[in-house]
């Protein structure tokens, strides 16, 4: 065993401590039929990516998951991997070339395919070794990518298998493009952003019905945000029940500056109360006009190229870029007349989260996945109760977007990828769909080619919790492992991910992907604000390890971790969580360093000398083994966090350790009420130890390794369970018993602070219990109460002469102190007097701020309870201070004080 250094370094020992652990393949699940198998898959992080704060929470919370599992016993087996990241991927390349003066045009897709797996392998693995800087216990033999050879054969059997069943299609439906990157891209790559700008109204001149000449006198008038888009209008809709435009139903307006005419359509979609209660319909370039023209059988124009350049439907506009073409139709539009006015808009726009370029709705042929039929049963799975939301709110959400399910575009106009598995032949353009490349064509050729665009990442993710096991082969991991037993992913992906895999592991495996998904909570700052460069904000979790440890970090974001609750985070908390690492480092050298030449084998614990603190503390270790395990069940880390840290530094450290001296230390006491004790500080310590050890693994397998113990490594050995064999165990009585004790022993401090008597002076105290078990108490715990209270004499009874005393009453007894003699009265006064001033100067400070209605209105919720709670307490230690000022002054007059 190690001596354990005098100051906790953890950059001393944790990467020693994780390579030590893959050395000896403590990560890797094996197949057991002895033992119940226990799986997680990672949510997969972005090959480009780098270990953010929602990562290392995500994370963390995983990781107590599977070593609490593989304590327990179970087959653990945490599988680890990451994503391809299609477009997130190539913009980084394309960045790196567009330095150079090279395009990925003029590479070639060959060669920059080549300079991605290039990079891929240089910068892949930084997040990975990021991860195991935190602590992650993944089986790293299984470690995957979704883009490796066996992976890749996957998604080209799921999309064959699913073309083959009629569920995959090709046609022209609206998309989000990105005229930048020059693809289709989902919802969840589309960054809303309110913008400022104009709103435009205009006139559409209506047509006479007998001349079918426009009206110069009769318009509907439209209001737009994107002027250009009117080129490509087909339609005017107003709502059929609006009572200002019924007489309008079948007529025409002329479409200005195109001089075409366009029909007045009724739709219910219409807001009537919105501007005019007319809109322009343009439906190649609105996700709700195109849906409006399939309801009307309206042409779908579309104006613009793939890069966002005005094409020949444009007319004059040709040629334009889409803001160049903006500024001239509305010029034109002002002259000709038709331009009624503009007003300021904010509005929600929407970005390419890869390029941050606008992104421009259009109609672009694409794959779809048809969805209904897929959604049913993964609706039936959730409703049933196969597979539980926690918490339960988010099932509603998965409910709402699983019942207006749309068809999902899977198609990328992008290089980096799974290309799809469609070849046409181009002699005769037959289009073939096959896992392997096709030899022959029905006309004989065997000139093929494929089709250039690249599967959503989305595609290729959603097979995950079994695709990383093998399949389609009929793997033994397969067999063993899945399905998994929890997802742990964030909200934001509940549709986009959780949903899919859901679908593709039903339709596939005929079973669900896994039992239980816990949606962890946003990290925010303490402000409650959401982590951004632009705001300063932002924690990096790596500094946080190479400042703190990666075990002040973990323990930090683990005790904020309240299913349904956002999580603030600040560098107040990081601290908290090194101070408690802290405190277990010293107070774990204080037992080993009563452990000196004893032999923990040797000592019978059916004869140990418990004494009623030493049955106290085990029952307290009992009561927080069952907290633990339950809390843990119901993911309600935060809670689990808050019963190990209060047990350690309130009831072990305060209290057990401080009694534990008294008894090691005294003269009066015997060798085996010593033994005992030293056996129990060793006993809970090792116990404790393998309770925290799955969120904090470093730290407690260093102080493991120095203490007394059966095993290789902590982390492989039992978790606590209270079983009847156990040491300990729940006891109420001597619980109630040893509160009453400490609770006289916390007054008599109580009254010691309030008087700030100095901490190395000794006061006088009479206890006169007004119950008779009381009073055996004070008497066996006599020399406990004299050391940890600093009583220079302790007597039973009351005082016959009361002056001087401070009189409290609790735990059935009267505690008297005399403090006369040990205090300077004129002293403590002057104290108390500028304390009560600096508490009037923060009263007024914090009621001037929640009596400012801008404070009230704009300062997060939880900031302003924060500033409530200040307040209360300041009053409230205010008025402490003044009843003491007040007792003072009588002591000053020769008064005789009674409280």
């Known amino acids: 065993m190690e001596k354990l250094p005098d100051k906790y370094n953890p950059a001393a020992f944790e990467d020693k401590i994780y390579k030590k652990w893959l050395e000896k393949g403590y990560f890797h699940g094996e197949i057991s039929k002895a033992k119940t198998p226990f799986s997680i898959v990672i949510p997969p992080p972005n090959v480009t990516g780098y270990l953010h704060v929602g990562h290392a929470l995500n994370n963390t919370l995983q990781d107590i998951m599977i070593r609490h599992a593989r304590m327990k016993g179970f087959a653990a087996c945490w599988i680890p991997g990451t994503d391809h990241a299609g477009i997130a991927t190539q913009n980084v390349i394309e960045k790196e070339l567009n330095k150079k003066g090279i395009t990925r045009f003029a590479l070639g897709r060959e060669k920059f395919i080549e300079k991605v797996w290039e990079w891929r392998n240089q910068y892949g693995s930084r997040i990975i070794s990021q991860l195991k800087s935190l602590g992650c216990s993944c089986d790293w033999e299984r470690l995957r990518f979704t883009l490796d050879e066996e992976y890749a054969k996957a998604v080209t059997h799921e999309f064959v298998k699913l073309y083959e069943a009629g569920l995959i299609y090709r046609g022209n439906y609206m998309v989000n493009w990105c005229p930048r990157c020059l693809t289709a891209i989902s919802d969840i790559e589309v960054e809303h952003k309110e913008k400022k700008g104009n709103l435009w109204d205009i006139r559409y001149p209506l047509i006479e019905e007998e001349t079918g000449l426009p009206d110069k006198n009769e318009f509907i008038t439209v209001s737009t945000t994107r002027p250009e888009t009117m080129l490509g209008d087909t339609a005017v809709a107003v709502n059929p029940s609006d009572k200002r435009y019924k007489k309008l139903a079948g007529r025409f307006v002329l479409l200005p500056l195109m001089q075409r005419k366009i029909p007045v359509v009724q739709d219910a979609y219409v807001d009537a109360k919105f501007g005019t209660g007319a809109v322009k319909v343009t439906p190649a370039h609105d996700p709700n006009d195109f849906e409006i023209a399939g309801r009307h059988g309206l042409d779908r124009i579309s104006i613009m190229t793939d890069s966002g350049i005005m094409n020949e439907n444009a007319g004059p506009y040709k040629g334009l870029d889409r803001y160049e073409a903006r500024k001239k139709i509305l010029s034109d539009l002002e002259a000709s007349g038709y331009l009624a006015g503009k007003k300021t808009h904010v509005s929600s726009m929407g970005f390419c989260s890869r390029c941050d370029t606008v992104v421009e709705p259009r109609i672009s042929p694409q794959w779809f996945v048809s969805m209904k039929s897929l959604a049913a049963p993964a609706i039936k799975a959730v409703r049933g109760g196969q597979i539980k939301f926690i918490p339960k709110k988010w099932e509603k959400l998965y409910f709402n977007w699983m019942e207006n399910i749309r068809d999902w575009c899977i198609s990328r106009q992008l290089w980096w990828g799974h290309r799809i598995p469609v070849w046409y032949c181009s002699k005769c353009g037959e289009m073939t769909v096959t896992v392997e490349s096709p030899v022959k064509c029905k006309c004989g050729s065997n000139d093929f080619v494929q089709d250039e665009d690249v599967l959503d990442t989305w595609f290729s993710s959603c097979l995950w ?412 230690a205010k008025n402490a201070l003044q009843e003491q000022q007040k007792y003072l002054k009588s002591f000053k007059d020769n008064e005789k004080i009674q409280l």
Not at 488 to 500: G, K, P, Y
Not at 740 to 762: F, L, M, Y
């Open 465 to 876: 919790p079994f695709a990383v096991m093998g399949w389609p082969q009929d793997t033994e991991d397969l067999k063993y492992f899945f399905p998994t037993d929890v997802l742990i992913t964030a909200h934001d992906i509940i549709f986009f991910w959780v949903a899919r895999m859901i679908m593709m592991s039903l339709y596939f495996m005929d079973e669900i992907p896994f039992r239980e998904v816990f949606i962890n909570p946003l990290v925010n700052d303490v402000f409650g604000q959401k982590m951004s460069k632009s705001r300063g904000n932002v924690i990096d979790p790596m500094t946080i390890i190479e400042k703190n440890g990666a075990d002040a970090l973990r323990f930090a974001l683990a005790s904020l971790t309240t299913p349904g609750r956002n999580l603030l985070l600040g560098e107040e908390k990081i601290e908290g969580s090194r101070n408690f690492a802290n405190k277990i480092w010293n107070a774990s050298k204080f037992v080993l360093a009563n452990l000196d030449g004893i032999d923990i084998k040797s000592i019978e614990t059916k004869k140990l000398d418990l004494k009623s603190w030493d049955r106290w503390i085990l029952s307290k270790l009992a009561g927080t083994i069952k907290s633990v395990e339950k809390y843990l069940e119901k993911y309600n880390i935060s809670f689990a966090c808050r019963a190990l840290s209060t047990f350690f530094w309130n009831d072990f450290c305060d209290w057990y350790i401080e009694v534990a001296k008294v008894t090691i230390y005294s003269a009066n006491l015997n060798e085996s009420q010593k033994t005992a004790t030293k056996y129990v500080l060793w006993y809970v310590l090792e116990r404790y130890l393998k309770l925290l050890h799955p969120f904090m693994p470093f730290i407690t397998e260093e102080i493991w390794q120095s203490l007394q113990h059966e095993g290789e490594s902590i982390m492989i050995s039992e978790f606590p369970a209270v079983k009847k064999t156990s040491l300990e165990k729940i006891d109420p009585d001597v619980e109630e018993k040893t509160a009453k004790v400490s609770n006289i022993i916390s007054e008599i401090r109580k009254i010691r602070s309030e008087h700030s008597i100095n901490p190395a002076s000794k006061v006088n105290v009479f206890i006169n219990p007004l119950f008779k078990d009381i009073s055996g108490l004070i008497q066996e715990n006599a020399d406990y109460i004299m050391s940890l209270a600093r009583v220079k004499e302790l007597q039973t009874g009351a005082p016959s002469q009361k002056s001087g005393f401070v009189k409290s009453l609790n735990s059935g007894s009267e505690i008297y102190v005399n403090i006369f003699d040990a205090i300077d009265t004129d002293q403590e006064l002057k104290r108390i007097n500028e304390e009560i001033a600096r508490l009037q100067a923060e009263i007024s400070k914090s009621m001037m701020k929640l009596e400012n209605p801008q404070f009230i209105q704009k300062a997060p919720r939880e900031i302003i309870d924060k500033e409530k709670n200040k307040l209360d307490q300041a009053q409230k």
